[in-house]
């Protein structure tokens, strides 16, 4: 795969990989030797030891799926770190419409999903310096052309989806692209537009949902999303804020 040229920020250096543990470790490890250029993108067919959010894994099959981290030195606000993971979710979801022309939601507070099932997923890793973001690392992984998902019952892939073989290497500039795009709405502070985009594509934004709180069987309808990415309900007529891991959701 060649560095993009249609991008302004997203793509310009590629460190492409046969193997690694994880992308993400990789591309800790260059910033740690070094300041990498703002956008560098560490690409693998196979991940070994590949990272979920919350410590979760996550291991696809070798030159099947889209597996990729993002150097970004976002001028951000610890407060407003959310934002990054709000337009990667929205530059993930937009570039499988177009790679597809089937619509995916946003599952709170990482996942991209099709209907009851997950396509992909984002785990970004800040450093922090101060009140700001000194970097951070996007961590995506998309599920390609895998068919099966032996002990994962709501995975799924968008070859599964589409019936057809879909070339990796196109599908991942596409996606750098929205990225691109999506960041430099971040870099713009247009915050109002990123919420805007995102809630549309967030699912049961605005409708009731299922939740387990303490195991507990509850539903409450869904408000929105805080700049700090905590969930805001309605429950019973009072609203209620949920961090990450503090309910489990149920579709």
Same mark, same amino acid.
């Given at each position: 795969?060649?560095?993009?040229?249609?991008?302004?920020?997203?793509?310009?250096?590629?460190?492409?990989?046969?193997?690694?543990?994880?992308?993400?470790?990789?591309?800790?490890?260059?910033?740690?030797?070094?300041?990498?250029?703002? #956008?560098?993108?560490?690409?693998?067919?196979?991940?070994?030891? *590949? =990272?979920?959010?919350? $410590?979760?894994?996550?291991? *696809?099959?070798? #030159?099947?799926?889209?597996?990729? &981290?993002?150097?970004?030195?976002?001028?951000?606000?610890?407060?407003?770190? !959310?934002?990054?993971?709000?337009?990667?979710?929205?530059?993930?979801?937009?570039?499988?419409?177009?790679?597809?022309?089937?619509? !995916?939601?946003?599952?709170?507070?990482?996942?991209?999903?099709?209907?009851?099932?997950?396509? #992909?997923?984002?785990?970004?890793?800040?450093?922090?310096? *101060?009140?700001? @973001?000194?970097?951070?690392?996007?961590?995506? $992984?998309?599920?390609?052309?895998?068919?099966? !998902?032996?002990?994962?019952?709501?995975?799924?892939?968008?070859?599964? @989806?589409? =019936?057809?073989?879909?070339? =990796?290497?196109?599908?991942?500039?596409?996606?750098?692209?929205?990225?691109?795009?999506?960041?430099?709405?971040?870099? &713009?502070?247009?915050?109002? *537009?990123?919420?805007?985009?995102?809630?549309?594509? @967030?699912?049961?934004?605005?409708?009731?949902?299922?939740?387990?709180?303490?195991?507990?069987?509850?539903?409450?309808? @869904?408000?929105?999303?805080?700049?700090?990415?905590?969930?805001?309900?309605?429950?019973? $007529?009072?609203?209620?804020?949920?961090? !990450?891991?503090?309910?489990?959701?149920?579709?």
């Amino acid at each position: 795969m060649s560095p993009l040229t249609n991008t302004l920020i997203i793509g310009k250096v590629l460190h492409e990989l046969n193997s690694c543990d994880s992308t993400n470790n990789y591309a800790k490890d260059l910033i740690a030797k070094s300041k990498p250029l703002e #956008g560098s993108v560490v690409i693998t067919d196979k991940q070994t030891a *590949g =990272r979920g959010q919350f $410590g979760n894994s996550w291991e *696809g099959e070798a #030159g099947k799926n889209i597996t990729i &981290s993002i150097i970004l030195y976002p001028n951000l606000a610890v407060a407003e770190q !959310f934002y990054l993971s709000k337009i990667v979710s929205i530059a993930c979801v937009e570039a499988l419409k177009s790679i597809s022309n089937l619509d !995916f939601k946003i599952k709170w507070p990482n996942d991209i999903y099709y209907g009851k099932q997950k396509i #992909g997923g984002i785990l970004i890793e800040n450093q922090v310096s *101060g009140s700001k @973001l000194a970097n951070a690392v996007v961590g995506i $992984g998309i599920n390609l052309n895998q068919e099966n !998902f032996e002990g994962l019952e709501n995975a799924n892939s968008l070859f599964n @989806l589409v =019936r057809y073989v879909l070339n =990796r290497k196109k599908c991942t500039e596409i996606l750098l692209e929205h990225i691109d795009a999506q960041y430099l709405k971040l870099r &713009s502070k247009d915050f109002a *537009g990123i919420d805007k985009s995102y809630h549309a594509k @967030l699912l049961s934004y605005g409708e009731e949902f299922h939740y387990l709180e303490n195991l507990l069987p509850k539903k409450a309808l @869904l408000l929105e999303v805080n700049a700090a990415g905590q969930l805001k309900v309605e429950v019973e $007529g009072k609203e209620h804020l949920f961090n !990450f891991k503090e309910i489990e959701w149920v579709l």
